[in-house]
């Protein structure tokens, strides 16, 4: 069964540092990755989906996906005070629509 | 823009209620969802459907029931609930694409069972 591990649990940055997030998966069939931002008491949102090697671009928000590593990557720059949220890692396999998700990283931008 | 919405947005139940969780969406995408999300498990998936008529189970269905009477809405059963049910409920719709399926969220459900 597929395990999706996020770190840190809890991050602090800057405004304007760059902050980055981290989650590594069990499944190296995984295809389909995704990070998503929870505000508080509120649902989802969807950042950026990366579905091969390499690097995928949404405005500030860059993910590297490394699969032979087992390790995908989220990079927020200039994050500003709005951008405190919790951010999950998601995944899925070929095939599958179903999404795994890890347990998320809380992050604190302070102004 | 995605468009997900859940009813009711709080609930209060007594143990062995009936529990009906609604969520309606007017992206007409064929795949619905339906999450839990506790501390310290993250959101974890009780059922899904692929279109009106279907349902298929999660990683955790036991005590729920799931039903898709048409393409818009997807609702969440608990027969009988318990206090372990307690927890935020999320639904989703997904725009399809086997393996590419971007599912937009709504914004919860906190079931409170006492």
């Known amino acids: 069964q597929q395990k999706v591990q996020q770190s840190p649990e809890s991050l602090t940055v800057s405004e304007g540092a760059m902050a980055s997030l981290n989650c590594t998966f069990s499944?190296?069939?995984?295809?389909?990755f995704r990070w998503y931002r929870q505000h508080s008491a509120k649902g989802l949102e969807v950042l950026v989906s990366?579905?091969?090697?390499g690097e995928k671009e949404e405005g500030r928000f860059t993910a590297h996906l490394n699969r032979a590593n087992l390790h995908v990557s989220l990079h927020i720059r200039e994050p500003q005070p709005s951008d405190s949220a919790v951010y999950l890692c998601?995944?899925?396999?070929?095939?599958?629509?179903?999404?795994?998700f890890g347990k998320g990283t809380v992050l604190l931008v302070s102004p | 823009e995605a468009a997900v919405t859940q009813s009711p947005r709080n609930k209060v139940a007594v143990t062995g209620g009936k529990v009906t969780l609604s969520c309606n969406q007017t992206?007409?995408?064929?795949?619905m969802y339906w999450y839990r999300q506790d501390t310290g498990h993250g959101l974890r998936l009780i059922h899904y459907?692929?279109?009106?008529?279907?349902?298929e189970k999660g990683d955790i269905p036991d005590g729920y029931k799931a039903s898709r009477p048409s393409q818009e809405n997807f609702s969440l059963i608990l027969e009988l609930a318990t206090p372990s049910q307690t927890s935020v409920y999320f639904c989703?719709?997904?725009?399809?694409?086997?393996?590419?399926?971007?599912?937009?969220f709504g914004p919860g459900t906190r079931l409170l069972v006492l």
């Open positions: 499944d190296g069939t995984s295809n389909n």
């Open positions: 998601a995944v899925s396999t070929s095939g599958y629509n179903k999404l795994t």
């Open positions: 459907s692929y279109g009106a008529g279907s349902t």
């Open positions: 990366i579905f091969s090697d």
């Open positions: 989703a719709s997904g725009d399809g694409g086997t393996g590419r399926d971007t599912q937009y």
């Open positions: 992206n007409n995408h064929n795949n």
